[in-house]
């Protein structure tokens, strides 16, 4: 018997020599110890190529060289074309109009391999992306996003647009950010991929140029409880030339705790209420999707003077209770020419006082001190004193006065004082420029004495009331 060393070496050399004598074929063998065993090649490896495809497009898919192997055997979906490569490693197709299993097996003399498989998906028509998303009318220089949907089985996608604008980021993606130029034109945006591109959604856009020419006039003081003048705001320019106004107010500063404010505060200018603190206003202009707000102006309101008292010095001074940088002294409510803080007596009668600080704001008048008969009377006045232009008017039906005057008359004082010098009405008028009707119903019937009294002049008359 022969030895087992032997037989292994004599079936190695009876494999060489069938190769050597049939070169046409080929074989997958094993040696061992009892003999020869035949076998069909291994398994190909990873097919090689692309998993996603178009209908249509030219695909190439391989795999390595498996030893052994004499031909491979492909096999591809329906309704695609092998073109060329059957039998070898490399397979070139023409992908059809569905997806598939690609598969492909080695083959020897002495059988096949098993199957290697590549799942192929078919890529889909893309559809028109959904409708741009974001503002179509806006301002110049604003900053905005545009977006879409995603579309199904979209890789990409191309944003174009307007001229002169620019696409800050996003490019390649459902939503860009753009900084918008002057002017108008089209949003586009078109999605790809790897089979191609769909058609593009579009949005008509308009960019108006920035408001400009806000401005406001101008920095004013007032006395407390004033009435600033009007302010005055500038016809602007821009946007798409028509606007609307809100005018804005702070009692905290220039930059911060601005709210609408009060009245009427839409409109090109705007006419503030009485003030009783420092007040800052700005006005904010909007057209279209533009808008701007004014620098602010500041209102100063400067302190008044408290309400003064007189405090009588025996028998022929008067002095005002608080000093100031000037004064105002009535009797009888006709302005006297002393100006101090002291004044001497001129005689009997009702005397107010007004103090005025170093910047010009005045106090209301004092409560008025009645001055007993003095023993020597200077300064007899008239009965009756009517400045020119002045008339005087009296409804005894309706107990009505009607005071008039051709000239404004500033700083107006009227009283009317009965026959013993007591104050039956007071009425200030800043300024006496049309005819002041004052109603008398509530006096009694009797004889008064009319006082008006202005920086300038005064007026006494008397006056009859009788049913």
Not at 247 to 272: R, V
Not at 444 to 450: A, E, K
Request: glycine share 8%; proline share 6%; hydrophobic share 40%.
């Amino acid at each position: 018997m022969t030895p087992a060393p032997f037989r292994f070496l004599l079936a190695a050399l009876l494999l060489i020599l069938l190769t050597l004598l049939s070169p046409s074929r080929s074989h997958a063998a094993i040696a061992n110890p009892t003999g020869i065993a035949w076998a069909p090649p291994a398994t190909p490896g990873a097919i090689a190529g692309s998993a996603k495809v178009c209908s249509g497009q030219d695909l190439i898919y391989s795999v390595e060289a498996v030893a052994g192997a004499i031909s491979y055997t492909w096999f591809v979906p329906n309704s695609w074309v092998i073109t060329a490569g059957q039998g070898t490693r490399q397979l070139t197709v023409t992908a059809g109009s569905n997806g598939g299993i690609i598969s492909v097996r080695a083959a020897n003399n002495d059988g096949e391999s098993g199957a290697r498989e590549l799942e192929a998906q078919l890529e889909k028509p893309l559809i028109q992306p959904s409708a741009i998303a974001g503002p179509a009318s806006l301002c110049a220089g604003s900053r905005v996003k545009y977006k879409v949907e995603a579309a199904q089985g979209a890789r990409s996608y191309t944003w174009n647009i307007p001229a002169g604008w620019a696409i800050v980021s996003g490019q390649g993606t459902t939503e860009v950010e753009v900084v918008a130029a002057a002017g108008g034109g089209i949003i586009q945006v078109i999605a790809a991929n790897s089979c191609g591109q769909s058609t593009s959604s579009s949005l008509a856009v308009r960019a108006y140029p920035p408001v400009s020419n806000n401005q406001v006039q101008s920095n004013q003081a007032v006395c407390a409880g004033q009435q600033p003048q009007t302010l005055a705001g500038s016809v602007p320019s821009g946007g798409e030339s028509i606007y609307t106004y809100l005018w804005e107010s702070s009692t905290k500063g220039a930059a911060e705790g601005f709210i609408p404010a009060a009245g009427a505060n839409n409109q090109q200018n705007y006419p503030p209420g009485a003030l009783t603190e420092t007040t800052w206003f700005r006005r904010k202009v909007v057209s279209a999707d533009c808008q701007h707000i004014s620098d602010a102006i500041m209102v100063k309101v400067l302190p008044v003077p408290a309400k003064p008292a007189i405090e009588q010095l025996g028998d022929k001074e008067l002095k005002a209770s608080m000093a100031g940088a000037a004064y105002e002294w009535w009797l009888n409510g006709v302005l006297l020419e002393q100006q101090t803080q002291i004044i001497t007596i001129v005689k009997a009668g009702t005397y107010t006082v007004r103090v005025q600080n170093s910047e010009g704001c005045s106090s209301v008048l004092s409560d008025a001190l009645e001055v007993v008969q003095q023993k020597e009377e200077e300064d007899v006045q008239p009965e009756e004193v009517i400045p020119d232009g002045v008339n005087i008017a009296l409804r005894p039906g309706e107990r009505q006065l009607i005071l008039s005057s051709k000239e404004a008359l500033p700083k107006a004082l009227l009283l009317m004082t009965d026959l013993q010098g007591r104050e039956v009405y007071r009425k200030e008028i800043l300024q006496l420029n049309k005819p002041v009707a004052l109603d008398l119903g509530r006096l009694p019937d009797g004889i008064y004495m009319l006082l008006l009294h202005t920086p300038d002049q005064y007026l006494k008359k008397k006056v009859l009331l009788q049913r």
